[in-house]
């Protein structure tokens, strides 16, 4: 099962490049990052996130391109399975990930269009620093620099 916080779902444009992203914070978090921004998402918290709660998100907010899912939760298969789920339903819909690990398994990459990978090293920076460790992949290239200002 997978567990998200309604109240904190967004429609945002900073985090997936080029793309109107509706944001979806994903609870029971395994990550472990100093500084984290939402300690609070390591807890069993929020409520299920079904393929019913998914649809009303998505036509409760029209005009997205993008759905993204910020963390992974502890539950793989559940994570997999809604994402083939918006795939299969909505398929203008793109799919993005943001997990604190520093590699993924490689289906993570064939489900989802955006992968983000690493934690949160708060001396190195989040996305838009030159110095950061995390990446972000769209359909397997490094796409990371996309964030930086030249």
Partial sequence: ???????????????????VTLAVEITNCRGNCPGCHSPFLKQDIGEELTAAKIDKLIADNFGINCFLFLGEG??????????????????????????????VEDVFYDVFDFVKTGPYIESLGPLNSRTTNQR???????????FWKR
């Fill in 1 to 19: 099962m997978l567990k998200f916080i309604p109240e904190l779902t967004d429609t945002v444009a900073e985090e997936i490049p080029d793309r």
């Fill in 74 to 103: 502890r539950d793989s298969d559940a994570l997999l399975k809604l994402a083939g789920h918006i795939r299969n339903t909505h398929p203008g819909i793109e799919l993005a990930v943001y997990s604190g690990r520093d590699k």
């Fill in 136 to 146: 972000l992949y769209y359909h397997r290239e490094d796409i990371t620099s996309r």
